[in-house]
T-cell receptor
Framework: AQTVTQSQPEMSVQEAETVTLSCTYD???????LFWYKQPPSRQMILVIR??????QNATENRFSVNFQKAAKSFSLKISDSQLGDAAMYFC??????????????FGKGTKLSVKP | ETGVTQTPRHLVMGMTNKKSLKCEQH?????MYWYKQSAKKPLELMFV???????ENNSVPSRFSPECPNSSHLFLHLHTLQPEDSALYLC??????????????FGEGSWLTVV
């Protein structure tokens, strides 16, 4: 069974600084997707960034980028120029590459990010 | 404005009550999901619907009963719940079930407290 581990329950960053959130996963599959979701106090889960396992190039979305190390099964999220609005719970998630009823998101326990002004 | 709307946002119910959570998606998606988010566990997938048919039930107790009358609406009927069922219940949708690259969109959740 696939598992996702986020080893940092809480992180803190100064506004305008850079922070990296860690995620590791375990799978025997070769085809899969990895995601970072953000959950602000409103509780809506919002997709931050997505990585296809078959792509070697790390995904980037504006201030958000990932460091995807497939062999190490590591998928960290880097937030540059942190803003107060980045404060939220961040969840790493895995999804098997083929869909159907088994192709659903498996989440880590989350990392609570605080941004200090 | 979210494409996935959940009501009510907060619900307090007794263990003998019967209540329902409602989810509506305005995205034209074919797959809908119920997730449970509790304080001590990662998000857990409860039910999956594709084109109004239930395709997965992850060993969820029968006191939770889903209903999907059409591709835009999803309900979670609740009866004789236990205090440990208190949690945030998240509804989500995606274009379809078969492309794992599809983005899954979430609603803001319904906070359930069982007393």
């Amino acid at each position: 069974a696939q598992t996702v581990t986020q080893s940092q329950p809480e992180m803190s960053v100064q506004e305008a600084e850079t922070v990296t959130l860690s995620c590791t996963y375990d799978t025997s599959e070769s085809d899969y997707y990895l995601f970072w979701y953000k959950q602000p106090p409103s509780r809506q889960m919002i997709l931050v960034i997505r990585q296809e396992a078959y792509k070697q190039q790390n995904a980037t979305e504006n201030r958000f980028s990932v460091n995807f190390q497939k062999a190490a099964k590591s998928f960290s999220l880097k937030i540059s120029d942190s803003q107060l609005g980045d404060a939220a719970m961040y969840f790493c998630a895995y999804r098997r590459g083929y869909g159907g009823s088994q192709g659903n998101l498996i989440f880590g326990k989350g990392t609570k990010l605080s941004v200090k002004p | 404005e979210t494409g996935v709307t959940q009501t009510p946002r907060h619900l307090v119910m007794g263990m003998t009550n019967k209540k329902s959570l409602k989810c509506e998606q305005h995205l034209g998606h074919n797959a809908m999901y119920w997730y449970k988010q509790s304080a001590k566990k990662p998000l857990e997938l409860m039910f999956v619907y594709s084109l109004e048919e239930r395709v997965e039930n992850n060993s969820v107790p029968s006191r939770f009963s889903p209903e999907c009358p059409n591709s835009s609406h999803l309900f979670l009927h609740l009866h004789t719940l236990q205090p440990e069922d208190s949690a945030l219940y998240l509804c989500a949708s995606s274009q379809d079930l078969w492309d794992s690259g599809n983005t899954i969109y979430f609603g803001e959740g319904s906070w359930l407290t069982v007393v």
